[in-house]
T-cell receptor, first 110, second 118 residues
Framework: QKEVEQDPGPLSVPEGAIVSLNCTYS??????FMWYRQYSRKGPELLMY????GNKEDGRFTAQVDKSSKYISLFIRDSQPSDSATYLC??????????FGTGTRLQVFP | DAGVIQSPRHEVTEMGQEVTLRCKPI?????LFWYRQTMMRGLELLIY????????DSGMPEDRFSAKMPNASFSTLKIQPSEPRDSAVYFC????????????????FGPGTRLTVL
């Protein structure tokens, strides 16, 4: 079992929809959780990070962590075609190692 | 800053050949990471360095893979001999330790090297 599991999708939604991306993890030692966005043929770039449980909002994006259920979520409001990308969740190990999910491919169509 | 620079961007080689991937991290960053990305396994950490010293190479798949960081501005990942199952996109990332963050700061990824082994 991978330490961070993520549904690969693809997920296809119309412009303006609310998108929910989810991951689960197995290691209760994880403290920091990140979402990276990766456009086609590019390297991943950090979108948001959260520490422990709770919500964090940045514009149209909200990251949520529920440590009791080991569940990580990213919500995108008013989705745009420019949001079309692969979204990778990641958890920081107690060293310096980031453990990534396999990524969910999102397509927002006009 | 130009960001993390990787070369080559694409590499096509035949099975058994030696492959060398190169990375120039962002100036001032003290961590460097090598990842491999495939559809099946996603993004996997191969090895990482702190201040040019290898810290964890547990992700290196086998002895055919080796990585070096001779100085703060250059790292290589070598595969010898290469095999078709090594075909993947290889990413280099660098970061700077932010004590306030409590751990590794944001990792900045390069554009990747797309390796195809025939």
């Amino acid at each position: 079992q991978k330490e961070v599991e993520q549904d690969p999708g693809p997920l296809s939604v119309p412009e303006g929809a609310i998108v929910s991306l989810n991951c689960t993890y197995s290691n209760s030692a994880f403290q920091y959780f990140m979402w990276y966005r990766q456009y086609s043929r590019k390297g991943p770039e950090l979108l948001m990070y959260t520490y422990s449980s709770g919500n964090k909002e940045d514009g149209r994006f909200t990251a949520q962590v529920d440590k009791s259920s080991k569940y990580i979520s990213l919500f995108i409001r008013d989705s745009q075609p420019s949001d079309s990308a692969t979204y990778l969740c990641a958890a920081l190990h107690n060293t310096d190692k980031l453990i990534f999910g396999t990524g969910t491919r999102l397509q927002v169509f006009p | 800053d130009a960001g993390v620079i990787q070369s080559p961007r694409h590499e096509v080689t035949e099975m058994g050949q030696e492959v060398t991937l190169r990375c120039k991290p962002i100036s001032g960053h003290d961590y460097l990471f090598w990842y491999r990305q495939t559809m099946m396994r996603g993004l996997e950490l191969l090895i990482y360095f702190n201040n040019n010293v290898p810290i964890d190479d547990s992700g290196m798949p086998e002895d055919r893979f080796s990585a070096k960081m001779p100085n703060a501005s250059f790292s290589t990942l070598k595969i010898q001999p290469s095999e078709p199952r090594d075909s993947a996109v290889y990413f280099c990332a660098s970061s700077f330790r932010d004590r306030g963050f409590g751990g590794t700061d944001t990792q900045y990824f390069g554009p990747g090297t797309r390796l195809t082994v025939l």
